[in-house]
């Protein structure tokens, strides 16, 4: 079954606007860790933001926030103020308990517009 | 800049042939992680190392091994190569083997299998 879904294969969003980019999660376990990693084109995998299940405020990160939504089981990456750097894919992650593996989403491509 | 090192970036081979992938981790970061993601299967797990020791296997072939030397470095050995096995090798490594700690990745190692 699919642990991670990222449901946007693609999103645009227009220079300084702030995009929204979902990420669902299938789990049975009450404390796990969520992450979202950004690769741009080059090939890079960049850590963006961490948020635990048991945290109560919603993880920030500069320009990036993840609105997490425990009972729905859904923790989406809000990125602020976009930028054209921020043209790149997105990657959702779940780690769990006894998985030392991290799993990934399909991903989301972003393309900021000037 | 991760402090991840992988090197090399690229590597063109041969059908049938073994390459040698090699992963410096962070300064401190006891755990290593390898994956591969390809166009059709997305980021998958393949193994990972802990202080030398081998903690655990995710979809790992066959005919893939790797190891961690006393130095932590780790090394993923690929042998008897298939055209299916050109993919970005990527790896990852994180302080400790914990929930809330992040996977730092390395730039990646591009194999294409001509």
């Known amino acids: 079954a699919q642990k991670i879904t990222q449901t946007q294969p693609g999103m645009f969003v227009q220079e300084k606007e702030a995009v929204t980019l979902d990420c669902t999660y299938d789990t049975s376990d009450q404390s796990y860790g969520l992450f979202w990693y950004k690769q741009p084109s080059s090939g890079e995998m960049i850590f963006l933001i961490y948020q635990g299940s048991y945290d109560e405020q919603n993880a920030t990160e500069g320009r990036y926030s993840l609105n997490f939504q425990k009972a729905r089981k859904s923790a989406n990456l809000v990125i602020s103020a976009s930028q054209l750097g921020d043209s790149a894919m997105y990657f959702c992650?779940?780690?769990?308990?006894?998985?030392?593996?991290?799993?990934f989403g399909a991903g989301t491509r972003l393309t900021v517009k000037p | 800049d991760s402090g991840v090192t992988q090197t090399p970036k690229h590597l063109i081979t041969a059908t049938g042939q073994r390459v040698t992938l090699r992963c410096s981790p962070r300064?401190?970061?006891?755990?290593v992680y390898w994956y591969q993601q390809s166009l059709d299967q997305g980021l998958q797990f393949l193994i990972q190392y802990y202080n030398g020791e081998e903690r655990a296997k995710g979809n790992i072939l066959e005919r893939f091994s790797a190891q961690q030397f006393p130095d932590l470095h780790s090394e993923l050995n690929l042998s008897s190569l298939e055209l299916g096995d050109s993919a970005l090798y990527f790896c990852?490594?994180?302080?400790?083997?914990?929930?809330?700690?992040?996977?730092?990745f390395g730039d990646g190692t591009r194999l294409s299998i001509l």
């Open positions: 992650a779940m780690r769990e308990p006894y998985n030392n593996d991290m799993r």
């Open positions: 990852a490594s994180s302080a400790r083997d914990r929930l809330n700690q992040p996977q730092h």
């Open positions: 300064s401190g970061d006891l755990s």
